[in-house]
C-alpha cells in the first residue's frame, strides 16, 4: 500500500512539473505570435515580436507562481 502511495505522489510531481513548463512555453508562444501579428501589421521588424515574447515570459512565470501558490499556498482558511 505504501509503494503504490509513493508512486502516486511520484506521478502527481511529473504532472505538476509538465503543467508548470508547457504553461511558460503557451504563454511564450501566445506572447510571441501576437508581437509577431502586430509588427506585420504596422511594418516594424522585431521590437513587438521580442516585447510579446518578455510578456509572455513573465506572464507564464506568473501564472506558474499563482498555480503553485494555489496548490501548495496556506491551507488556513482561518485567515
Same mark, same amino acid.
Given at each position: 500500500?505504501? /509503494?503504490?502511495?509513493?508512486?502516486? /505522489? @511520484? ?23 501576437? *508581437?509577431?501579428?502586430?509588427? +506585420? ?5 522585431? @521590437?513587438?515580436? @521580442?516585447? *510579446?515574447? @518578455? ?10 507562481? +499563482? ?11 482561518? /485567515?
Amino acid at each position: 500500500m505504501n /509503494k503504490n502511495n509513493n508512486w502516486q /505522489k @511520484i506521478a502527481q510531481a511529473f504532472g505538476m512539473l509538465t503543467l508548470l513548463g508547457i504553461t511558460v512555453i503557451v504563454n511564450m508562444a501566445v506572447g510571441f505570435w501576437l *508581437g509577431s501579428l502586430i509588427d +506585420r501589421l504596422i511594418g516594424s521588424d522585431l @521590437i513587438f515580436k @521580442i516585447t *510579446g515574447l @518578455i510578456i509572455g515570459v513573465f506572464s507564464g512565470f506568473y501564472s506558474d507562481y +499563482r498555480l503553485i501558490n494555489d496548490v501548495f499556498g496556506d491551507k488556513d482558511e482561518n /485567515k
